[in-house]
């Protein structure tokens, strides 16, 4: 089971380059088919390039960081 610290510990790695860009990540939900469930706030909330940063950044990094993880995703 994935718990919501190891999961906001990854967030605050990442979150100054998001922060840097005008955007920011909030933590939604952990699904118990290890989905987590983000929200893109700020300048990600409406940048094209958002999917890009939360598949390429996001989630390649939470996947390092937690192998469980299946899938990050914007709700």
Not at 30 to 41: G, H, S
Not at 43 to 66: D, W
């Amino acid at each position: 089971m994935i718990n919501r610290e190891q999961v906001e510990a990854v967030l605050d790695k990442i979150r100054p380059a998001i922060q840097s860009d005008g955007g920011d990540v909030d933590l939604i939900n952990i699904r118990e088919d290890n989905v987590i469930e983000v929200r893109l706030k700020g300048a990600c909330g409406t940048c094209p390039m958002a999917t890009l940063t939360l598949k390429a950044g996001i989630e390649r990094v939470m996947k390092e960081e937690i192998p469980e993880v299946v899938e990050v995703i914007n709700v």
